[in-house]
């Protein structure tokens, strides 16, 4: 598996690079439903995914990474690698998304590897996620990555109720 940013071409996303990441968000129906990032789950469209998108790269650390096996974008993560908050060290994963088509086959594990890889050769000590309290299994998945529970808060972006994890990251 490989991770490769997701990158604009001036300015914007490439037409069909856009459409497969639109196409993985649309398979993810009922974690949007519990998110309430769109406005009909079940009706996801390539300009609602291009303005997310566009909105997850609107901070200046961020990225998106695109998660590839065997030439199949299985995944994407979205990460921050400076805290919105100056007192918070820790860089951010802000959406692991994972084709549902292909859950519970370990893309999910691999990309969250992956990505603790590249914050952990960048000399970061931990990461951390917001979990949205509504989704139990999320809670699990990650607890299960060795992620622990720091504080109950509200989400920055639609004030939802969820659970701050960090999970320490140890030199190599």
């Known amino acids: 598996m490989i991770l490769q940013p997701l990158v604009p071409v001036d300015g914007a996303l490439p037409g069909p690079v856009l459409t497969e990441i639109a196409a993985l968000y649309s398979t993810n129906h009922a974690f949007f439903e519990l998110s309430g990032d769109f406005p009909d789950p079940d009706r996801i469209t390539v300009e609602q995914v291009a303005a997310a998108l566009a909105d997850e790269l609107a901070h200046d650390s961020a990225e998106v990474l695109l998660a590839r096996s065997a030439g199949r974008l299985v995944g994407l993560a979205a990460t921050l690698a400076q805290a919105p908050a100056a007192d918070d060290p820790d ?15 370990g893309y999910g594990r691999a990309v969250a590897t992956l990505v ?3 914050f952990r050769t960048a000399g970061r000590a931990g990461v951390r996620i917001a979990v949205l309290d509504n989704n139990p299994k999320a809670l699990a998945f990650w607890q299960s990555q060795g992620y622990v529970p720091l504080r109950r808060a509200k989400d920055r972006e639609m004030g939802r109720d969820c659970t701050v994890l960090r999970k320490p990251l140890e030199a190599p």
């Open 91 to 105: 860089p951010w994963i802000g959406l692991l998304l994972i084709d549902a088509t292909a859950h519970r086959e």
């Open 116 to 118: 603790e890889d590249r």
